[in-house]
Structure formats: structure tokens, C-alpha cells
């Protein structure tokens, strides 16, 4: 055994215990903080929302059937407004517009991959989406946003095939840009007025 060995006293069993309840005790002290802020949050009129749950006494349903959804032109923009209008209809009595949702599309194609002749083999079907949610009573715009989607399609030889390859990425794409706006939509009007 070496000097130095024989002069570092060995810790006590009692220290070694310390760091192990001090642990248990921080997480106890952040546990307990963390359900009262999270109570706190939950009650009253501020705190958390339910997205499909009854706001105001008006369902999901019942807030997405108030809103007119507004012509958008064009082949991708109708596919847009058949997705939201499909989610939008509940299948009971129709409801009389609150509100309208106005949406204007840019699309655009971006060449990605181009072979040695100069041909492009991929492209990019890019569509961006701006839209604002108009109050039909004081004809004020109460909520805007942008949705972008995008997607890839392969190019070949054939027209149809590439025809049908950029109609099946537009498809892709209106899909999604109508669920994001669908899903922004609901968060704007899940919150109390």
C-alpha cells in the first residue's frame, strides 16, 4: 500500500447515502411543481384547450360547419377546398356561415436532378397556400397563415406517365396543405373568445 492510500480516509456510509435522498427529494420538489402548474393551467378560462372537444358549448363539428370555405382556383386548389369541405360537412342541418376562410395557391415545379443530355429526371411539385379566416359579421380578418407542401415526382419518357407522375405529387400535396390548414384552423378556433 502506498503512502498515499493509507492517508485518504474512506467515506462514511451516512455521506454516501446523502446524494441518493437529496436526489429523491429534488425530484419529489419538481414533481409537485410541475402537477400545480399544470393544475393552475387547466382551470379558469386561460391554460389548455381541447382541439376536438366542446369549446363554448359548440363540438368540433359544430365550429368547422360555421365556416364557409371560399372557392380557390384551379385544379389543386379545388382538391384543397373538396379536403376541407369534406371535413367540414357533418352530414346533419345545414349551418348558417360565421365566418369565411379565403385561400389563394402558388404552385410551382423546381427541376431537382438533370442528366448529362441536359433532361431533367426529377422534379418538384412546390405549393405554397396563404389564407385568412374573415368574420361575416364585421368583415375583419380575425386569423391569417401559410402552409407550404411539397413533393417529388420522376420523370419518363412517356407524357402521360409524367402528366399522371405530377398529378399524383399535386394530389400528395393539396392533401397535406389541407390537413395543416384544417389543423391550424381548429387551434385558432378551439380558444375562447
Known amino acids: 500500500m502506498s503512502s498515499r492510500e493509507a492517508h485518504t480516509p474512506t467515506p462514511s456510509v451516512s455521506s454516501r447515502r446523502l ?3 437529496a436526489g429523491r427529494l429534488t425530484c419529489a420538489i419538481t414533481i409537485g411543481l410541475a402537477a400545480a402548474v399544470l393544475s393552475a393551467c387547466g382551470s379558469g378560462s386561460s391554460g389548455f384547450q381541447p382541439l376536438y372537444g366542446p369549446t363554448e358549448g359548440k363540438t368540433y363539428d359544430q365550429r368547422l360547419a360555421a365556416v364557409d370555405i371560399a372557392n380557390i382556383p384551379g385544379r389543386v386548389g379545388q382538391r384543397i377546398r373538396n379536403e376541407l369541405v369534406f371535413e367540414r360537412s357533418t352530414g346533419g342541418e345545414a349551418v348558417t356561415p360565421e365566418r369565411r376562410l379565403d385561400v389563394v395557391i402558388t404552385e ?3 427541376t431537382t436532378l438533370v442528366n ?3 433532361s431533367s429526371s426529377s422534379q418538384v411539385y412546390q405549393l405554397e397556400a396563404r389564407y385568412q379566416l374573415i368574420d361575416l359579421k364585421t368583415k375583419k380578418k380575425i386569423f391569417e397563415g401559410r402552409s407550404l407542401g411539397r413533393g417529388s415526382f420522376d420523370r419518363f419518357d412517356s407524357i402521360y406517365s409524367n402528366i399522371r407522375a405530377k398529378q399524383d405529387a399535386e394530389n ?3 392533401k397535406s396543405v389541407a390537413d395543416d390548414i384544417r389543423t391550424r384552423l381548429m387551434a385558432f378556433l378551439s380558444r375562447p373568445s
Open 108 to 110: 410551382t415545379v423546381l
Open 116 to 118: 448529362a443530355t441536359g
Open 19 to 21: 446524494p441518493a435522498r
Open 172 to 174: 400528395r400535396v393539396a
